[in-house]
């Protein structure tokens, strides 16, 4: 596969088009227009990074076919009014360098792509994964906001056409981004509502009794939470110097973050890992994690299986070796979550909320494994989650990364960044959509897939859930993973397998 195109638009590193200062201390641009100047977020510089340039992709699969117009027309009243959709990086004058957000004028042409297609193409479901695949071998134009919408009228297995949002990460974390396009949804059955997004419930927590029990609860809580810190932020710190993951055929290797990457999804039902939850009295964090380590044990088995004759055996016997370490690295937003109402007054300048990457990094670890019982994934999953969230280890990679950007500089935050992710095997998220069916400008949305690229991972899985479904997307390198179908395959497999055992102890 010729990866010279990808590798030689991605390794260089985003040039910034420096401004001259105006009397009036504006910022002078031939193609813009003069206002204020924010600087970039220690994540964002980070971003910027030639080793670590990397890009969000959001897929929306729509019932009608796509009128550019109306789009573009929607896009004027929503996205455009956000600050960070209406900028260009730029770098100041003088020897610092430093880097800020200047407002431009954009023009709607350069951003929203509608390319020529056949319409009698042949399998045309495969037409949109090269399409999607060919984004990643190429980058976007500095000197225009980051970000592109690709319209596609083809008609898939799934939906009638297709949108492809293309957004640099600079922009901001995967999780406000999302959040934000949703904010530029609304109710596909009231037109002038935004989309209902389920908030967690916080367990309660009991506060009866005497008092030296309470106090003596919160003493051995801030003990558990100080040692599960001590412990993450030390293997954290152990991955960037020593501690790999095991090479398996999920790993990449080096100069994996530069290649080509395909993406593939499969949607299943969420009525069905709810099911799970109730049962188990877990939450849907916990199940998916589970059908996530159930279904790469499978997967796994298979591969380290397939110099074996006998495919039937191979399934079923144990070929996984001993002591596999794999992990992912979970990105989590430090900010409290925005909301979809303050994003959607963002753009109507009728909000303060706050904007940026805010980001920290935990390493999850998976247990690959074949067991006898299904539900022992899902146990395992809970245990995990449960552990890592009483811990620190997200907020000390925040402060971490933002002090070094601050004190040596983004390239060295970016090489550390780049150096745990190289060590660790994926890159793992899980989002909550919509509970009822939403439109965007007017078209009605069949599904959502988004994901991201860039980072040195062979191997990214994505959930992101949407009215009654959940999509599980994967990210791949398909010169280590070749058959993302077949993972995809076995993640939903997992998924059955445990939901059948359940129903039958019910």
Known sequence: MDLCGGIRSRRVALKAIVTQKTGGGGTEMSYGETTDEQPLSPAARIFREPNFN?????????????????IKAGLETTLLKHPRFSSIQVASEGKSGEMNWVRTKVDLDNHVIVPELDPNMESL???????????????????????????????????????????????????????????????????????????????????????????????????HLLWNSTVD????????????????????????????????????????????KNELKMTINDVVLGVTQGGLSRYLNRRYGESKMDEEATRKRNNLPKHIRLRAALLVN?????????????MDNKSEAKWGNWLGYVLLPFKIALHDDPLDYV?????????????????????????????????????LCHR???????????????????????????????????????????????????????????????????????????????????????
């Open 54 to 70: 990397c890009y969000i992709i959001a897929i929306m699969g729509c019932k009608t076919k796509i009128d550019p117009d109306v």
């Open 125 to 223: 479901d495969q037409f949109l994964e090269d399409y999607v695949s060919d984004l990643t071998r190429t980058a976007i134009d500095m000197s225009k906001p980051l970000w592109e919408l690709h319209l596609l009228n083809v008609k898939t297995s799934e939906a009638e056409a297709v949108g492809v949002f293309r957004i640099h990460h600079s922009l901001g974390d995967g999780m406000s981004l999302i959040s934000l396009l949703l904010a530029c949804t609304r109710k596909s059955s009231d037109g002038g509502a935004l989309p209902t997004i389920p908030v967690q419930k916080r367990a309660a927590t009991g506060t009866s009794g005497s008092w030296f029990l309470w106090v003596l609860s919160s003493v051995l809580a801030v003990l």
């Open 233 to 276: 932020i030390f293997k954290f710190l152990a991955t960037s110097v020593f501690i790999k993951d095991t090479d398996t055929p999920l790993k990449g290797g080096r100069g994996v973050g530069f290649t080509r990457k395909r993406f593939v999804h499969r949607t299943v039902s969420l009525d069905d890992i709810k099911l799970v």
């Open 334 to 346: 430090i900010r409290p979550s925005t909301g979809i109402q303050a994003l959607a007054d963002m």
């Open 379 to 415: 146990r395992e999953a809970k245990a995990t989650i449960d552990r890592k969230k009483i811990s620190l280890e997200s907020m000390f990679t925040f402060v971490c990364a933002t002090i070094i950007v601050k004190s040596i500089g983004q390239k060295a935050a970016a090489l």
């Open 420 to 506: 745990i992710l190289s060590n660790t095997t994926m890159s793992y998220s899980n989002v909550v959509g919509p509970v009822e069916e939403i439109s965007f400008c007017g078209h009605p949305i069949v599904y959502l897939a988004p994901s991201v690229y860039g980072h040195p991972h062979a191997l990214t899985i994505h959930f992101q859930s949407y009215m009654d479904k959940m999509t599980i997307v994967l990210a791949v390198d398909q010169d280590v993973i070749p058959d993302p179908q077949r993972l995809l395959g076995d993640l939903e497999e997992s998924l059955k397998l445990i939901k059948n055992v359940v129903m039958s102890r019910r």
